[in-house]
C-alpha cells in the first residue's frame, strides 16, 4: 500500500465499534419489552470499503501551472493533486446505527446516527505542487480530514403519531430531523420538486454514482403531515425549522474538483488580474440565509389506475454562488495584495409542479413538471472591489422550467439472464425569462441542457448456495447545453460504471464497481480561453482523470 510508510497509527471510535461488533457476533436486535403494543429495535450496518485509482492524474488538472508557466489547475487542484499517483485513495469504515419505538403501531420515535474513518485522509498525502493552497503541500488540512476524514452526525430524530379519524380518514405527523421526497423523480432530483425538500450529499453520490436521489437528499429539522381524506385523495404540507447546504465533496479530497468550496474550505484563492495585480483571496465564511421562509404542499389523486400530485413550495438555494472581493490595503509578507472570497445563497425560490405515474405490465412511467420564479443562474466572475465602494454584484436569477421523465421496467428470462431490471430518467431545464441586473450571466452557459441517467441490472439468483449476483451497469451522460441552472457538466460529459453485487445469505453485502468519466479533461475553472484576463467555468469534465475502481462489504447486525 503506497502511503502506509507515512500514516501514523490512529485507532478511530468507529473502528473501535466495528472490533467490538465483531467480536460479540452481534446482531440486529428485537428488544423484548414485556408489552405487546411496545415494540423497539435497534439496528447497526457496518460498511468497510476501498477506492482504488486506475491511472497517475492528468498533469493539466493536477499542477497549478503548466511547462510555460501559464496557470492551468491553479486553485483548483488540491484533490488530484493529493491523490496524484495510481493506487488506494479511501481505505474506510462507516457505522450506520438506527433505533426504533413503536407503541401500537401510531406513535413513537426513531433516531439514526452515522459515523465513518478513511485511513487515506490521515497522514501525508502525494501531492507534490506547492502553489495547491496547503501548508506544507503534502498536508491535509484539519478540515479536509474532518470533513471526509473521521466524523459523526445525528440523521434522523423525529417523533411519530398516526390518528384515525373515521370514515376511512386518518392523519400522520412526523416532529424533527427526517428527510422528505415529494414528487417521482428518481436519479435528477435537484431538476425536480424534491429540490425544495432539501439539501443533497454531492460527495456521496460522487463516491456513490448509480445512487438514486432518496438516498442523497439530507434530513433536516421540520414538520411534516399527511392527512388521507379518502383512498384517492390526499394532502400534505411541510414547515422547515432550519436551512442547510449541500454537502459538497470537501476540498482537498478525492472527488474534490475545487480548492474554493462552501461548507468550511480554508483554502487561500490565487488571482492573477494583470502586471502588479496579484492577490491572495482568504475564506471569510458563507454568507448564509435566514432558517424561515420554507415549507411545502401537496395534494396527490389516485385517478383508475393513474396517480396525480400538485405542488407548491417554497426553499432557500441550497447551493451558492461565489464571490470575491479585492482587498485595499498593501501586499503581505508573500508579495500578494488582499482579498477574500466567499459564498453568498441569497434569494427566495417559488416552485408550482405536477406530476403522474401509471403501470402498464411491468413497466412504470412517470413524468414531472414544475416551473421555478426567482431561480438563482449560474453567474460568471462575481469579482468587486475594483474601487472603493463598489457594492457586490448582484447574480442573475430567472424563471425556469423543468420536466423529468423516469420509467422502471422489469424483464423476464432472456439469454442475458432469468430476470433483469432497468431503472431511468431524462430531466431537462429550460431559462423562460431572467433578470440580470449587473449583467452577471455566465456567457458559457445555455437556455436549454438535457442530461439522462440509467441502470440495467440482470440478476441471477443461488449462483452458488445462498449467493445471489447482479450486474449493475450505469449511465449518467448530459445530452445536451451546459445548464444555466445546474451545475451539470458540459454536453457530453458524465459517467460509466459497471459493477458486480453479491448477497450471501441475505445479510452479506458485496459490492465491487468500476466508473470511468466521460469528457475532455477541463479544470473546474478553465484558464486556458483567457489568458490575461478573468478565467471561466470549465466546459468539460474536471473528474476526467479519476476513474476508479471501488469495493465495499456491508452487513447489518
Same mark, same amino acid.
Given at each position: ?266 483554502? /487561500?484563492? %490565487?488571482? @492573477? $488580474?494583470? =502586471?502588479? *495585480? #496579484?492577490?491572495?483571496?482568504? &475564506? ?101 472591489? /475594483?474601487? %472603493?465602494? @463598489? $457594492?457586490? =454584484?448582484? *447574480? #442573475?436569477?430567472?424563471?425556469? &422550467? ?156
Amino acid at each position: 500500500m503506497r502511503r502506509n510508510n507515512k500514516l501514523k497509527e490512529h485507532k478511530s471510535p468507529a473502528l473501535v465499534i466495528v472490533c467490538a461488533l465483531a467480536s460479540s457476533g452481534a446482531q440486529a436486535i428485537e428488544l423484548e419489552t414485556g408489552n405487546s403494543d411496545l415494540s423497539v429495535r435497534f439496528d447497526n450496518t457496518v460498511k468497510l470499503s476501498t477506492i482504488y485509482r486506475t491511472r497517475n492524474a492528468d498533469l493539466g488538472l493536477a499542477n497549478s501551472f503548466n511547462s510555460s508557466s501559464a496557470p492551468t489547475g491553479l486553485g483548483q487542484n488540491a484533490g488530484d493533486d493529493n491523490f496524484r499517483k495510481k493506487g488506494f485513495v479511501s481505505e474506510r469504515v462507516d457505522l450506520l446505527t438506527e433505533f426504533d419505538a413503536v407503541y401500537k403501531r401510531n406513535f413513537g420515535f426513531r433516531i439514526g446516527a452515522a459515523g465513518w474513518y478513511d485511513r487515506a485522509l490521515h497522514g501525508r498525502s502525494d501531492a507534490i505542487d506547492r502553489s495547491n493552497g496547503q501548508t506544507p503541500p503534502d498536508a491535509f488540512y484539519r478540515y479536509t480530514t474532518r470533513e471526509a476524514g473521521q466524523k459523526a452526525e445525528i440523521l434522523d430524530a423525529f417523533v411519530f403519531g398516526g390518528w384515525d379519524l373515521g370514515d376511512g380518514r386518518r392523519i400522520t405527523t412526523r416532529l424533527g430531523q427526517h428527510a422528505l421526497q415529494w414528487g417521482e423523480s428518481l436519479f435528477f432530483g435537484e431538476n425536480a420538486i424534491a429540490r425544495a425538500q432539501g439539501p443533497i450529499d454531492i460527495y456521496k453520490l460522487l463516491a456513490t454514482p448509480n445512487a438514486q436521489f432518496k438516498e442523497i437528499i439530507r434530513p433536516v429539522p421540520q414538520i411534516s403531515t399527511q392527512l388521507q381524506l379518502s383512498p384517492q385523495v390526499s394532502v400534505g404540507a411541510y414547515y422547515q425549522f432550519r436551512w442547510e447546504e449541500d454537502r459538497l465533496a470537501p476540498a482537498g479530497s478525492y472527488f474534490s474538483t475545487s480548492n474554493t468550496v462552501w461548507g468550511g474550505s480554508p483554502y /487561500f484563492q %490565487p488571482m @492573477q $488580474l494583470g =502586471p502588479g *495585480a #496579484a492577490y491572495s483571496l482568504a &475564506a471569510t465564511g458563507d454568507r448564509k440565509p435566514k432558517n424561515s421562509g420554507q415549507f411545502g404542499l401537496q395534494m396527490k389523486l389516485r385517478m383508475d389506475e393513474t396517480d396525480l400530485g400538485f405542488y407548491y413550495a417554497q426553499f432557500r438555494p441550497k447551493a451558492g454562488q461565489l464571490y470575491g472581493q479585492l482587498g485595499s490595503g498593501p501586499p503581505g509578507a508573500n508579495g500578494l495584495l488582499p482579498g477574500e472570497w466567499y459564498y453568498g445563497f441569497q434569494g427566495n425560490v417559488e416552485v408550482f409542479g405536477a406530476s403522474a405515474s401509471r403501470s402498464f405490465g411491468d413497466l412504470n412511467l412517470s413524468v414531472e413538471a414544475s416551473v421555478r420564479d426567482n431561480m438563482p443562474l449560474r453567474s460568471g466572475q462575481m469579482l468587486f472591489g /475594483f474601487y %472603493p465602494g @463598489q $457594492l457586490e =454584484p448582484r *447574480a #442573475a436569477t430567472g424563471k425556469t &422550467a423543468h420536466l423529468n421523465l423516469s420509467w422502471l421496467a422489469t424483464f423476464g428470462p432472456s439469454f442475458i439472464a432469468q430476470e433483469a431490471s432497468m431503472i431511468g430518467e431524462v430531466a431537462w431545464n429550460r431559462v423562460l425569462s431572467y433578470n440580470d441586473p449587473d449583467k452577471t450571466l455566465d456567457s458559457g452557459r445555455t437556455r436549454d441542457a438535457t442530461a439522462i441517467q440509467m441502470i440495467y441490472t440482470p440478476t441471477y439468483r443461488q449462483v452458488a448456495p445462498g449467493l445471489d449476483l447482479s450486474v449493475p451497469i450505469g449511465l449518467r451522460y448530459i445530452l445536451n447545453g451546459r445548464s444555466s441552472v445546474m451545475s451539470w457538466d458540459a454536453k457530453g460529459t458524465g459517467s460509466l460504471t459497471l459493477g458486480v453485487d453479491a448477497t450471501y445469505l441475505q445479510v452479506w453485502q458485496i459490492s465491487l464497481n468500476y466508473t470511468h468519466y466521460i469528457g475532455p479533461k477541463t479544470p473546474y475553472i478553465d484558464y486556458s480561453p483567457s489568458v490575461g484576463s478573468n478565467p471561466n467555468y470549465g466546459w468539460g469534465n474536471p473528474l476526467a482523470d479519476r476513474n476508479y475502481v471501488s469495493l465495499s462489504v456491508r452487513r447489518t447486525f
